[in-house]
């Protein structure tokens, strides 16, 4: 009997998915160069509009439209049936529902984790959410737009074909393995970064990177963190396989693919877009971006930007392409492949630029001590080997020499791109304003971290506002009114629970959307919240995970009962008449505001004459409490557990860096037929920091890096602008 058990697991692994050969290889995170490019002379690939005349992508109006009239109808009326609960008689809307979208703000794993739960709350598939009457709301939307943390959780919906939160978070037991935040994200088989299965997970990261360097693509430290992203975020890794070469692990999944996601092909989602933002060309700026810097999106279609100064966009399955003018060198030097699933998440959340501040020797996010300890490790251990330039996602621009008086980077071979937060912007509005697509109401997932606590404050929004009226203002629609001042959302408390903006218009049609504001905020019901955890937080026990969603989850579907600790048994039909509120005005005459609405609107909606008061809301526990103290890490540290990890967590940043450092001077050397290895022999002799961390010799590790680094194949070089 136990032998056939032992035939019977042997058979079972052998046909298991690891040891099948697959086609998907990690070498594939590499693009295709001098791909034949489409005929300049009748087709564009860049699309060029002006904030007075804007247009949307053709396919991206054909989607949405087509939605709208057969999916989102059905929607509207599943969720709210023949409107009676609201006090309306739906069909005398005739059709003519708002066109909704959502945004999900940065925030590493705390705002993906934050907009999963805060989705789940909204998601006619969950039974409680169904029950409370929030479910339904995510089924309406026409758009959704990720930002940072939150294009993980956007990204990840459509590369796992939109499956319900549960599935996708914690798996289905079948084809879908969950995100397993358990495991550390830059180290994870634990703190020590050179254990086998560490030196695996690196080898094959590093190799990815390679291949794109090696095809000819500067890389950068965003590469190597989009690589890690796609291990939790796409469909291609689980458990099994997270330490071999048996997959791609996501690495030849396309952004540019979604078009071909079931789920996208029967509309049953809304259109995803991501937000990044730009430093100037050349800049070299740590510091957080102003208001003038441009700010791009990715589309399934198009890489854009609707700020007025640039209004163009650019086909992105060609991103990758240096063009001047809209062409291409010749007609065979194209690019493609450069959209890379991984990559579009982890240059939306690039901010390598800020928080290795070596200017002001600080890391946003650590108290000083932290932040001291960790500068000072890095800079011994980078100061050789790092160069600015590698601190941004590096784009080949397409808009060389568009709108050359009014872009700034319309000079430029390269963009460099960065975390779509660096400007202040944390949520992801820009897209949803854009005066084309005519959004009638925007709901945030707000997961922002702005206070001490890591609750928000509204500072992101104060600074959308602030842009889109002036920057903004030909291009976007306004912000409605809002607190002024992080004070001001703090004292009237909108911050800490549902809130609608912009209720009152003056205007018909409206001169701005609605903006329903769901925050991460205290449980409502006076217990410990354990969702204000840090930005940088990169592992999570799954029980941590399961409570953070079943906490968002529930606050998400249950509004404020003022001055007590109870949900609101009306709060579902109250969203339901914000979310539908600007009905009334699309038809003629104008159906007034019914009863219920109204009453619903004085509760939740903010009115800048009669400010509400942060002591409506009682017994709100501000600090956070960790559910699991004990956490993963098994040792202690001298500086304490949570150093320890944070430490083993960010010696395994910089051992990304090292290894995509040497890997790039590789490169570079080999390009030059040098086989000197002199700046990383520095970074040999400046070992002893890490052996103090884990009582190992590096400098023999770090060769390894190298023989694994000689083992690539040679494929021709690109000799093109660079
Ligand atoms: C991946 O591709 C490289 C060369 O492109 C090849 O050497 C290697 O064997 C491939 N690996 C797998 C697992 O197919
Ligand atoms: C607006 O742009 C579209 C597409 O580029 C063009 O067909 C149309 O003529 C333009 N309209 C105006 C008023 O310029
Ligand atoms: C959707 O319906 C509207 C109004 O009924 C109509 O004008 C529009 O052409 C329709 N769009 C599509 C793509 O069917
Ligand atoms: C709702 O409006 C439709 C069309 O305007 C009408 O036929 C129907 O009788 C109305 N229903 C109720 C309950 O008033
Ligand atoms: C992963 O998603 C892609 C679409 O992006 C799909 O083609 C593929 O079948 C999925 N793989 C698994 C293992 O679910
Ligand atoms: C995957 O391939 C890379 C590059 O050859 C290597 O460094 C790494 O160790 C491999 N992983 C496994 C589990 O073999
Ligand atoms: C940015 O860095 C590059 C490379 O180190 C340097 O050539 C350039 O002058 C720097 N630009 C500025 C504005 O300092
Ligand atoms: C991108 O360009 C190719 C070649 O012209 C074309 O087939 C494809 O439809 C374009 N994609 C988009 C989204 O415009
Ligand atoms: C847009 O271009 C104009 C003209 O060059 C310039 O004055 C203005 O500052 C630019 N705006 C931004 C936001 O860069
Ligand atoms: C709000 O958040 C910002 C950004 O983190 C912070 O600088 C400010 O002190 C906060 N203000 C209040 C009143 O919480
Ligand atoms: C609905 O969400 C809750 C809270 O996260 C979760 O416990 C429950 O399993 C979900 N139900 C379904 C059917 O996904
Ligand atoms: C076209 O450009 C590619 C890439 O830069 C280059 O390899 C090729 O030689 C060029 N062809 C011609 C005819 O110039």
């Given amino acids: ?51 007075q005349n804007q247009t949307l992508h053709p396919s991206e109006v054909q989607y949405v439209e087509g939605r709208l009239n057969k999916t989102v109808q059905d929607a509207w009326n599943a969720w709210l049936g023949d409107g009676s609960g609201l006090g309306y008689n739906l069909s005398a809307f005739q059709g003519h529902f708002p066109k909704v979208g959502l945004a999900i703000p940065g925030g590493g794993l705390r705002a993906a984790q934050y907009g999963a739960g805060c989705l789940s709350g909204l998601d006619a598939r969950n039974d409680s959410s169904k029950a409370a009457g929030t479910g ?196 065979s030097a194209c690019v493609k492949g450069f959209d890379q699933a991984g990559f579009i998440m982890g240059t939306s959340a690039s901010l390598f630029n800020q928080i290795f501040d070596f200017a002001r020797n600080t890391l946003q996010g ?19 080997v790092r160069t600015r330039a590698d601190d941004v996602a590096n784009w ?156 968002v989850h529930f606050n998400t579907i249950s509004g404020f009962t003022p001055n007590a600790n109870t949900p609101d048994p009306n709060f579902g039909i109250c969203l339901q008449c914000a979310a539908v509120d600007r009905a009334r005005t699309k038809i003629t005459p104008v159906v007034s505001r019914s009863s219920q609405c109204s009453k619903c609107f004085q509760q939740y909606c903010y009115d800048p004459l009669h400010p509400p008061s942060q002591s409506e809301l009682p017994n709100r526990k501000l600090t956070f409490k960790d559910p699991t103290p004990l956490g993963l890490s098994k040792v202690e540290g001298f500086l304490g557990e949570n150093k320890f990890k944070l430490l083993g967590g960010l010696i395994g940043l910089v051992a990304f860096i090292a290894a995509l450092t040497g890997g790039l001077i590789w490169w570079k050397k080999r390009r030059e037929r040098q086989m000197q290895y002199d700046r990383v022999k520095d970074f040999h002799d400046d070992s002893d920091t890490t052996r103090m961390w884990t009582g190992q010799d590096r400098s023999s590790r770090y060769s390894d890096y190298h023989a694994e680094a000689y083992e690539l194949p040679t494929q021709p070089k690109w000799t093109g602008p660079s």
């Avoid at 393995?177 to 254990?195: A, E, Q, T």
């Avoid at 700010?295 to 991103?319: C, G, Q, R, T």
């Avoid at 650590?366 to 100061?383: A, E, K, M, P, W």
């Avoid at 060389?400 to 960065?418: A, C, P, Q, R, V």
Wanted: net charge negative; with cysteine; charged share 15%.
């Fill in 1 to 51: 009997m136990p032998s056939v058990l032992l035939l019977l697991a042997l058979l079972g692994s052998a046909l298991s998915q690891d040891t099948l050969p697959s086609q998907d290889n990690v070498t594939d995170y590499a693009p295709s160069l001098n791909v034949e490019c489409p005929d300049f002379s009748t087709t564009s690939l860049i699309r060029e509009f002006t904030p």
């Fill in 136 to 331: 339904g709301l995510l089924q309406v939307a026409s758009y959704m737009t990720g930002l940072s943390g939150g294009s993980w959780v956007t990204g990840s919906l459509f590369f796992n074909n939109w499956p319900t939160i549960k599935d996708l978070v914690f798996g289905n037991g079948g084809n879908l393995d969950g995100w397993k935040l358990d495991l550390p994200f830059v180290s994870p088989d634990g703190d020590n970064v050179f254990s086998k299965d560490n030196q695996y997970f690196y080898g094959s990261i590093l190799w990815s990177v390679i291949a794109k360097a090696q095809a000819g693509i500067d890389t950068s430290i965003t590469d190597p963190w989009s690589r890690a992203i796609s291990y939790h975020f796409l469909n291609q890794t689980n458990r099994h396989n997270f330490f071999t070469n048996s997959t791609a692990h996501g690495a030849g999944q396309l952004w540019s693919d979604i078009p071909r996601i079931p789920a996208f092909q029967q509309g049953l989602t809304p259109f995803p877009l991501i937000v990044a933002d730009s430093r100037p060309s050349g800049d070299n700026s740590t510091a957080a971006l102003g208001p003038e810097s441009v700010v791009y999106e990715i589309s399934p279609f198009e890489f854009a930007s609707y700020d007025p100064n640039l209004s163009a966009a650019m086909n992105l399955s060609y991103a990758g392409t240096h063009l001047s003018n809209g062409k291409a060198v010749n007609g």
């Fill in 366 to 384: 650590f108290d000083s001590s932290d932040s001291n300890t960790i500068v000072y490790i890095l800079q011994r251990q980078l100061r050789s």
């Fill in 396 to 551: 080949p621009n397409p808009f060389n020499g568009i709108k050359s008086s009014t872009f700034k980077d319309s000079g430029s071979t390269w963009l460099e791109l960065i975390d779509g937060a660096s400007n202040g912007e944390n949520i992801p509005y820009g897209p949803l304003f854009v005066k084309a697509r005519g959004l009638d109401v925007v709901v945030t997932l707000e997961g922002s971290a702005d206070d001490l606590n890591n609750w928000p404050n509204g500072t992101g929004a104060i600074q959308t506002s602030s842009r889109l009226s002036s920057i903004l203002r030909s291009s976007h629609q306004p912000f409605p009114p809002i607190p002024q001042t992080a004070a001001d959302w703090v004292s009237t408390g909108v911050r800490q629970r549902a809130t609608f903006f912009g209720c009152d218009p003056v205007q018909t049609p409206a001169e701005y959307p609605l903006v329903i504001y769901l925050p991460n905020a205290p449980p409502i019901t006076g217990d410990d919240p354990v969702t204000n955890t840090q930005t940088f937080d990169l592992t999570y026990p799954l029980k941590h995970t399961q409570l953070f969603l079943d906490q």
